[in-house]
Protein backbone atom coordinates (compact mmCIF):
# COMPACT_ATOMS: atom_id res chain seq x y z
CA UNK A 1 0.00 0.00 0.00
CA UNK A 2 1.04 3.59 -0.84
CA UNK A 3 0.02 6.18 1.14
CA UNK A 4 1.41 10.34 0.55
CA UNK A 5 1.54 11.63 3.88
CA UNK A 6 0.99 15.53 4.21
CA UNK A 7 2.50 17.55 7.13
CA UNK A 8 2.04 21.01 7.99
CA UNK A 9 1.20 21.78 11.71
CA UNK A 10 3.68 24.17 12.64
CA UNK A 11 6.60 25.60 10.35
CA UNK A 12 7.71 22.35 8.30
CA UNK A 13 5.84 22.20 4.51
CA UNK A 14 6.31 18.63 4.00
CA UNK A 15 5.20 15.62 1.74
CA UNK A 16 6.57 12.05 1.30
CA UNK A 17 5.52 8.60 -0.32
CA UNK A 18 5.62 5.40 1.67
CA UNK A 19 5.30 2.50 1.25
CA UNK A 20 3.58 -0.25 3.79
CA UNK A 21 4.51 2.21 6.68
CA UNK A 22 8.21 1.75 6.76
CA UNK A 23 10.02 1.79 3.13
CA UNK A 24 10.35 5.47 2.56
CA UNK A 25 9.83 6.47 -1.41
CA UNK A 26 10.68 10.04 -0.87
CA UNK A 27 10.39 12.40 1.88
CA UNK A 28 10.27 16.21 1.26
CA UNK A 29 10.46 18.90 4.26
CA UNK A 30 11.07 22.61 3.41
CA UNK A 31 11.66 24.56 6.14
CA UNK A 32 10.90 27.95 7.30
CA UNK A 33 13.54 27.82 10.40
CA UNK A 34 15.60 30.70 7.98
CA UNK A 35 12.26 33.13 8.09
CA UNK A 36 12.02 32.47 12.06
CA UNK A 37 15.47 32.70 13.60
CA UNK A 38 14.86 36.32 12.92
CA UNK A 39 12.10 36.41 14.81
CA UNK A 40 13.75 33.58 17.64
CA UNK A 41 9.95 31.98 17.03
CA UNK A 42 7.15 30.99 14.87
CA UNK A 43 4.38 34.03 13.41
CA UNK A 44 1.46 31.92 12.77
CA UNK A 45 0.54 34.31 10.04
CA UNK A 46 3.80 34.18 8.33
CA UNK A 47 3.67 30.21 8.52
CA UNK A 48 -0.05 29.97 6.82
CA UNK A 49 1.72 31.77 4.10
CA UNK A 50 4.66 30.22 3.76
CA UNK A 51 2.80 26.50 3.57
CA UNK A 52 0.40 28.52 1.25
CA UNK A 53 3.66 28.90 -1.55
CA UNK A 54 5.51 25.45 -0.71
CA UNK A 55 2.65 23.25 -0.57
CA UNK A 56 2.08 22.24 -3.67
CA UNK A 57 5.70 22.19 -5.05
CA UNK A 58 6.58 20.42 -2.48
CA UNK A 59 3.44 17.87 -3.03
CA UNK A 60 4.68 17.20 -6.76
CA UNK A 61 8.65 17.06 -5.57
CA UNK A 62 7.08 13.89 -3.43
CA UNK A 63 5.97 12.25 -6.20
CA UNK A 64 8.41 12.99 -8.55
CA UNK A 65 10.90 11.73 -6.29
CA UNK A 66 9.15 8.79 -5.68
CA UNK A 67 8.44 7.85 -9.64
CA UNK A 68 5.14 7.36 -8.44
CA UNK A 69 1.79 8.39 -10.60
CA UNK A 70 -1.31 9.59 -8.85
CA UNK A 71 -3.03 6.34 -10.19
CA UNK A 72 0.00 4.44 -7.44
CA UNK A 73 -1.23 6.47 -4.73
CA UNK A 74 -3.43 4.39 -2.53
CA UNK A 75 -4.31 6.69 0.02
CA UNK A 76 -3.65 10.24 1.38
CA UNK A 77 -3.16 11.29 4.80
CA UNK A 78 -2.79 14.29 6.44
CA UNK A 79 -1.62 16.52 9.55
CA UNK A 80 -5.20 17.10 11.51
CA UNK A 81 -4.13 18.03 15.01
CA UNK A 82 -2.81 19.43 16.94
CA UNK A 83 -1.02 22.61 15.52
CA UNK A 84 -1.13 26.01 14.49
CA UNK A 85 -4.60 26.68 13.06
CA UNK A 86 -3.39 28.72 9.87
CA UNK A 87 -0.85 26.16 9.48
CA UNK A 88 -3.18 23.43 9.67
CA UNK A 89 -5.91 24.67 7.47
CA UNK A 90 -3.29 24.42 4.77
CA UNK A 91 -2.49 21.07 4.86
CA UNK A 92 -5.72 19.61 5.13
CA UNK A 93 -7.52 21.88 2.84
CA UNK A 94 -4.75 20.64 0.38
CA UNK A 95 -5.27 16.99 1.30
CA UNK A 96 -8.61 17.07 0.72
CA UNK A 97 -8.77 18.83 -2.31
CA UNK A 98 -6.16 16.03 -3.87
CA UNK A 99 -8.49 13.36 -2.49
CA UNK A 100 -11.57 14.58 -3.91
CA UNK A 101 -9.48 15.48 -7.48
CA UNK A 102 -8.06 12.03 -7.73
CA UNK A 103 -10.79 9.93 -6.36
CA UNK A 104 -7.98 8.84 -3.17
CA UNK A 105 -9.52 7.70 0.47
CA UNK A 106 -8.43 10.64 2.67
CA UNK A 107 -7.00 10.40 6.50
CA UNK A 108 -6.86 12.81 9.24
CA UNK A 109 -4.33 11.68 11.11
CA UNK A 110 -3.04 12.60 14.82
CA UNK A 111 0.18 14.77 14.71
CA UNK A 112 1.36 13.08 18.17
CA UNK A 113 0.63 9.58 16.38
CA UNK A 114 2.61 10.39 13.43
CA UNK A 115 5.46 11.36 15.38
CA UNK A 116 5.27 7.67 17.99
CA UNK A 117 5.38 5.75 14.01
CA UNK A 118 8.26 7.72 13.06
CA UNK A 119 9.77 4.87 14.72
CA UNK A 120 8.46 1.65 12.54
CA UNK A 121 10.02 3.23 9.59
CA UNK A 122 12.90 1.47 8.20
CA UNK A 123 13.67 0.07 10.93
CA UNK A 124 15.10 -3.83 11.08
CA UNK A 125 13.92 -4.44 14.33
CA UNK A 126 10.22 -3.13 14.95
CA UNK A 127 8.92 -2.28 18.75
CA UNK A 128 7.03 -4.92 20.28
CA UNK A 129 3.94 -3.95 22.36
CA UNK A 130 2.61 -3.10 25.06
CA UNK A 131 5.33 -0.35 24.50
CA UNK A 132 5.84 3.07 26.00
CA UNK A 133 6.51 6.41 23.87
CA UNK A 134 7.52 9.36 25.43
CA UNK A 135 6.49 12.14 23.07
CA UNK A 136 8.79 15.38 23.23
CA UNK A 137 7.94 17.63 21.11
CA UNK A 138 7.89 21.67 21.12
CA UNK A 139 4.02 21.29 22.06
CA UNK A 140 3.85 18.11 23.66
CA UNK A 141 5.67 16.23 26.89
CA UNK A 142 3.33 12.56 27.28
CA UNK A 143 4.37 9.15 28.20
CA UNK A 144 1.53 6.97 26.31
CA UNK A 145 1.25 3.69 26.57
CA UNK A 146 0.47 1.53 23.78
CA UNK A 147 -1.07 -2.12 24.07
CA UNK A 148 -1.38 -2.85 20.08
CA UNK A 149 -1.17 -0.39 17.02
CA UNK A 150 -3.35 2.58 17.45
CA UNK A 151 -4.02 2.06 20.89
CA UNK A 152 -2.90 5.18 22.85
CA UNK A 153 -3.42 5.55 26.52
CA UNK A 154 -1.83 9.02 28.11
CA UNK A 155 0.25 7.81 31.31
CA UNK A 156 1.68 11.18 31.66
CA UNK A 157 1.48 14.76 30.68
CA UNK A 158 3.12 18.10 31.16
CA UNK A 159 1.25 20.67 33.16
CA UNK A 160 2.70 23.59 31.83
CA UNK A 161 5.61 24.03 29.04
CA UNK A 162 6.14 20.96 26.71
CA UNK A 163 10.24 20.12 27.38
CA UNK A 164 10.84 21.10 23.76
CA UNK A 165 9.17 24.82 24.55
CA UNK A 166 10.97 24.77 27.56
CA UNK A 167 14.86 24.36 25.20
CA UNK A 168 13.50 27.29 22.87
CA UNK A 169 12.92 29.55 25.61
CA UNK A 170 16.14 28.69 27.39
CA UNK A 171 18.06 29.35 24.01
CA UNK A 172 16.10 32.51 24.17
CA UNK A 173 17.29 33.90 27.65
CA UNK A 174 20.99 32.75 26.91
CA UNK A 175 21.09 34.45 23.60
CA UNK A 176 20.98 31.44 21.42
CA UNK A 177 19.37 31.00 18.07
CA UNK A 178 15.97 29.51 17.05
CA UNK A 179 15.22 26.92 17.28
CA UNK A 180 16.49 26.19 20.46
CA UNK A 181 16.85 22.49 21.20
CA UNK A 182 19.57 22.28 18.25
CA UNK A 183 21.35 25.57 19.85
CA UNK A 184 21.68 24.48 23.43
CA UNK A 185 22.88 20.88 22.17
CA UNK A 186 25.79 22.90 20.42
CA UNK A 187 26.65 25.39 22.72
CA UNK A 188 26.41 22.13 25.36
CA UNK A 189 29.44 20.56 23.13
CA UNK A 190 31.63 23.18 24.90
CA UNK A 191 30.03 23.33 28.55
CA UNK A 192 30.31 21.88 32.00
CA UNK A 193 26.78 20.11 32.73
CA UNK A 194 27.71 20.20 36.66
CA UNK A 195 28.16 23.62 36.65
CA UNK A 196 24.76 24.84 38.02
CA UNK A 197 22.49 22.85 39.82
CA UNK A 198 19.18 23.26 38.79
CA UNK A 199 15.77 21.41 40.62
CA UNK A 200 13.90 18.74 39.61
CA UNK A 201 10.21 19.73 39.61
CA UNK A 202 8.47 17.79 41.83
CA UNK A 203 5.36 16.30 39.86
CA UNK A 204 3.31 13.80 41.09
CA UNK A 205 3.04 10.37 39.23
CA UNK A 206 3.63 10.42 35.51
CA UNK A 207 3.06 14.11 35.09
CA UNK A 208 5.94 16.59 33.83
CA UNK A 209 6.38 20.16 34.73
CA UNK A 210 9.00 22.48 32.47
CA UNK A 211 7.86 26.30 33.57
CA UNK A 212 9.89 25.65 36.69
CA UNK A 213 13.01 24.64 35.43
CA UNK A 214 12.93 27.90 32.80
CA UNK A 215 12.28 30.37 35.51
CA UNK A 216 15.16 28.34 37.72
CA UNK A 217 17.77 29.05 34.94
CA UNK A 218 15.82 32.83 34.55
CA UNK A 219 17.26 32.98 38.63
CA UNK A 220 20.48 31.48 38.24
CA UNK A 221 21.82 33.60 34.75
CA UNK A 222 20.18 36.66 37.12
CA UNK A 223 22.43 35.25 39.97
CA UNK A 224 25.52 34.38 37.84
CA UNK A 225 25.67 37.94 36.47
CA UNK A 226 24.70 39.98 39.58
CA UNK A 227 21.14 41.81 38.43
CA UNK A 228 17.93 41.87 40.00
CA UNK A 229 14.96 39.45 39.29
CA UNK A 230 13.66 42.78 37.32
CA UNK A 231 16.21 42.95 35.31
CA UNK A 232 14.71 42.40 31.23
CA UNK A 233 15.46 38.44 30.43
CA UNK A 234 16.01 39.73 26.84
CA UNK A 235 19.28 41.84 28.21
CA UNK A 236 21.11 39.05 30.04
CA UNK A 237 22.71 37.63 27.07
CA UNK A 238 24.42 40.79 26.69
CA UNK A 239 26.46 40.20 30.01
CA UNK A 240 26.81 36.21 29.56
CA UNK A 241 30.30 35.37 28.43
CA UNK A 242 30.54 32.69 25.83
CA UNK A 243 31.76 30.21 28.87
CA UNK A 244 29.03 31.27 31.02
CA UNK A 245 26.71 30.02 28.18
CA UNK A 246 28.01 27.01 26.86
CA UNK A 247 27.77 25.98 30.90
CA UNK A 248 24.05 27.26 31.86
CA UNK A 249 23.41 25.00 28.36
CA UNK A 250 24.85 21.95 29.28
CA UNK A 251 23.09 22.23 32.67
CA UNK A 252 19.84 23.06 31.27
CA UNK A 253 20.33 19.96 28.65
CA UNK A 254 21.63 17.74 31.36
CA UNK A 255 19.11 18.22 34.05
CA UNK A 256 15.82 18.04 31.49
CA UNK A 257 16.68 14.44 30.28
CA UNK A 258 17.34 13.57 34.00
CA UNK A 259 14.18 15.05 34.53
CA UNK A 260 12.52 12.78 31.32
CA UNK A 261 14.73 10.22 32.20
CA UNK A 262 13.26 9.90 35.62
CA UNK A 263 9.72 9.47 34.65
CA UNK A 264 10.16 7.01 32.27
CA UNK A 265 11.80 4.73 34.74
CA UNK A 266 8.89 5.58 37.16
CA UNK A 267 6.17 4.59 34.12
CA UNK A 268 8.37 1.23 33.52
CA UNK A 269 8.11 0.40 37.25
CA UNK A 270 4.38 0.84 37.02
CA UNK A 271 4.30 -0.87 33.60
CA UNK A 272 6.36 -4.10 34.05
CA UNK A 273 4.43 -5.67 30.91
CA UNK A 274 6.39 -3.29 28.72
CA UNK A 275 8.63 -4.48 26.27
CA UNK A 276 9.65 -1.55 24.47
CA UNK A 277 10.26 2.34 24.43
CA UNK A 278 10.01 4.49 21.54
CA UNK A 279 11.16 7.95 22.08
CA UNK A 280 9.28 10.56 19.73
CA UNK A 281 9.00 14.10 18.81
CA UNK A 282 11.59 16.80 17.52
CA UNK A 283 13.57 17.07 21.16
CA UNK A 284 14.04 13.45 20.43
CA UNK A 285 16.61 14.38 18.08
CA UNK A 286 18.92 15.21 21.01
CA UNK A 287 22.14 13.40 21.47
CA UNK A 288 22.18 13.52 25.50
CA UNK A 289 19.15 11.88 25.28
CA UNK A 290 19.85 9.20 23.19
CA UNK A 291 22.83 8.39 25.05
CA UNK A 292 20.49 8.17 28.56
CA UNK A 293 17.88 6.09 27.09
CA UNK A 294 20.23 3.19 25.37
CA UNK A 295 17.41 0.18 25.08
CA UNK A 296 14.97 2.55 23.34
CA UNK A 297 13.78 3.20 20.23
CA UNK A 298 14.59 6.85 18.53
CA UNK A 299 13.53 7.15 14.85
CA UNK A 300 16.20 8.24 12.66
CA UNK A 301 17.63 11.88 13.03
CA UNK A 302 16.10 12.88 10.01
CA UNK A 303 12.53 11.92 10.86
CA UNK A 304 12.76 12.91 14.30
CA UNK A 305 11.59 16.54 13.80
CA UNK A 306 8.56 16.94 11.61
CA UNK A 307 7.94 15.11 8.03
CA UNK A 308 5.43 13.65 6.03
CA UNK A 309 6.57 10.03 6.44
CA UNK A 310 6.01 9.32 9.73
CA UNK A 311 2.00 10.74 8.65
CA UNK A 312 2.01 8.07 5.83
CA UNK A 313 3.41 5.51 8.43
CA UNK A 314 1.14 6.07 10.99
CA UNK A 315 -1.92 6.39 8.72
CA UNK A 316 -0.99 2.94 7.21
CA UNK A 317 -1.21 1.07 10.82
CA UNK A 318 -4.52 3.22 10.94
CA UNK A 319 -5.88 1.34 8.12
CA UNK A 320 -4.72 -1.86 9.77
CA UNK A 321 -6.37 -1.70 12.81
CA UNK A 322 -9.73 -0.86 10.63
CA UNK A 323 -9.62 2.75 10.86
CA UNK A 324 -12.15 3.94 8.34
CA UNK A 325 -11.32 6.61 5.92
CA UNK A 326 -12.53 10.64 6.69
CA UNK A 327 -15.18 11.66 4.41
CA UNK A 328 -13.14 14.72 2.54
CA UNK A 329 -15.96 16.67 2.57
CA UNK A 330 -16.84 16.61 5.92
CA UNK A 331 -13.36 16.67 7.24
CA UNK A 332 -13.55 18.75 10.60
CA UNK A 333 -10.40 21.50 10.06
CA UNK A 334 -10.68 22.80 13.25
CA UNK A 335 -7.55 21.09 15.22
CA UNK A 336 -8.64 19.33 18.40
CA UNK A 337 -6.23 19.00 21.31
CA UNK A 338 -6.10 15.29 22.69
CA UNK A 339 -4.45 12.17 20.92
CA UNK A 340 -8.04 9.98 21.84
CA UNK A 341 -9.49 12.30 19.32
O1 LIG B 1 8.28 17.68 16.84
P1 LIG B 1 8.77 19.02 16.48
O2 LIG B 1 9.63 19.16 15.25
O3 LIG B 1 7.57 20.01 16.34
C1 LIG B 1 6.45 19.89 17.19
O4 LIG B 1 5.62 19.00 16.93
O5 LIG B 1 6.43 20.66 18.18
O6 LIG B 1 9.59 19.55 17.73
C2 LIG B 1 10.21 20.81 17.73
C3 LIG B 1 10.95 20.96 19.04
C4 LIG B 1 11.52 22.36 19.22
O7 LIG B 1 11.15 22.81 20.51
C5 LIG B 1 13.01 22.16 19.09
O8 LIG B 1 13.77 23.09 19.85
C6 LIG B 1 13.17 20.75 19.61
O9 LIG B 1 12.08 20.05 19.08
N1 LIG B 1 14.44 20.12 19.17
C7 LIG B 1 15.40 19.70 20.01
C8 LIG B 1 16.47 19.23 19.20
N2 LIG B 1 16.09 19.35 17.89
C9 LIG B 1 14.84 19.91 17.89
N3 LIG B 1 15.46 19.72 21.35
C10 LIG B 1 16.59 19.25 21.92
N4 LIG B 1 17.65 18.77 21.23
C11 LIG B 1 17.64 18.76 19.87
N5 LIG B 1 18.70 18.30 19.20
ZN1 LIG C 1 6.00 17.63 15.68
Redesign the pocket.
Known amino acids: MIILGIET??D?TAAAVVRDGREILSNVVVSQIDIFAEYGGVIPEIAARSHLEAMMPVVNRALSDAGVSWDEIDAIAVTHAP?LLGSLLIGTLTARTLAILHNKPLYAVH?LKS?VYANWISKMALPQFPLLALVV????TQILYMKGHNQFEIIGTTHDD?V??C??KVAKILGLPY????S??KAALSGDSGRFKLPHPKVEGLDFSFSGLKTAVLRAVQKEVGVPISYPSHKLKELLSEKQICDFAASFQRTAVEILREKLEMALVEHPDVKSVVVA???S???I?RKALPDAYFPAPSL???NGAMVAAACYYEIQSGVEPTDPYKLDIYPRISIEN
Open positions: SCEGHHSGGHAGEFDPGGPIAGGVANELSGD
